[in-house]
């Protein structure tokens, strides 16, 4: 039997990306439709979420969900809807996060921005992955979480409410992952280097600090993620964290930020 032909069942695999709309959770949501999975795309943005369920192979597989994960009543909103069209949701990926702006310095970074990096990463994040898990383990079925965090959960980014958020991600992914594991619940981190996506502006001239010697694009994260969402290929893997970063991390480096005297 080959064991890459089926990585998921679409009987009864389904999925939730958050962060759909862009990026590297808009790659890995198109690459879950390619795989059959029934996959509610949640964004913010309406219109990258009709964007990215159009550009998708299979958009009648994919569900659409609009609102904002900083607030927890969406969060809410967005369990209920998942549920509705798809029954439980055995695969979740969390890739969701404000954009980040090199103005935002420990000096600068005024309290709404930190909070908001914080809430849609760090507490959309457990709320969502807690609930799926809740009604996972109450209908003793199997699940795959994933969570984007970042190279910089353990160096300095120059962007404390980032790396803060991540840092904190990094640590939920170990607890979810030590407390779900009885209930066949895997919870794992992907660790993107610098990736051409929306979220970072990307200064082409990093491509020569990277052994691959280029930037990376969502499309490189979306193969990876697939391999550790499913249970057949990684069903034996928790609490891990996988770095797709062409090599990015074994010369990683930032100047401090440039401050105004
Ligand atoms: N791109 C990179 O180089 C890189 C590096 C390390 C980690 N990451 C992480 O990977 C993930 C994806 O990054 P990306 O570059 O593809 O980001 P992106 O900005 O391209 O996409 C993020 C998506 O999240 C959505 N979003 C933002 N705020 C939201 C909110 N309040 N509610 C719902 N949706 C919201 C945006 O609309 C956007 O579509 C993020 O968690 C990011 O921190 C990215």
Redesign the pocket.
């Known amino acids: 039997m080959s064991l890459f032909s089926t990585p998921f069942d679409p009987a009864t695999d389904t999925a939730l990306v958050?962060?759909?709309?862009?990026?590297?959770?808009?790659a890995i949501a198109q690459a879950l439709i390619g795989e059959g999975v029934r996959t509610v795309f949640?964004?913010?943005?309406a219109e990258?979420v009709s964007a990215a369920i159009a550009a998708s192979s299979r958009p009648e597989l994919a569900v659409p969900w609009v609102?904002?994960?900083?607030r927890l009543e969406?969060c809410d909103e967005l369990l209920a809807a998942a549920q509705a069209a798809l029954g439980e949701v055995s695969h979740f990926v969390?890739?969701?996060?404000?954009?980040?702006r090199e103005a935002d310095h420990a000096l600068a970074v005024d309290r709404k921005i930190w909070q908001?990096m914080h809430?849609?990463?760090l507490d959309?994040g457990f709320h969502l992955a807690r609930a799926i898990a809740k009604r996972l383990i109450a209908a003793k079925r199997p699940g795959s979480f994933l969570f984007?965090?970042?190279?910089?959960t353990g160096t300095p980014r120059n962007l404390p409410h980032?790396s803060t958020a991540?840092a904190a991600m990094a640590m939920l992914v170990k607890e979810l992952a030590k407390t779900f594991g009885r209930h066949d619940i895997r919870v794992n981190a992907l660790?993107?280097?610098?990736?051409?996506?929306?979220?970072?502006v990307?200064d082409a001239s990093l491509a020569m600090h990277i052994p691959l010697g280029r930037l990376?694009e969502?499309e490189d994260l979306a193969p990876m993620a697939l391999a550790v969402l499913s249970n057949k290929l990684s069903g034996y893997v928790t609490g891990a964290a996988f770095v797709v970063d062409g090599g990015l991390s074994l010369t990683n480096w930032f100047e401090p930020p440039m401050l105004e005297e």
Request: charge should be positive.
């Open positions: 958050t962060g759909a709309g862009n990026g590297i959770g808009r949640a964004d913010v943005s990258r609102g904002d994960l900083a969406a969390h890739s969701a996060s404000p954009p980040r908001e809430a849609v990463n959309a984007l965090t970042s190279l910089h980032y991540k660790v993107p280097g610098a990736i051409a996506a929306g979220g970072f990307a990376g969502a």
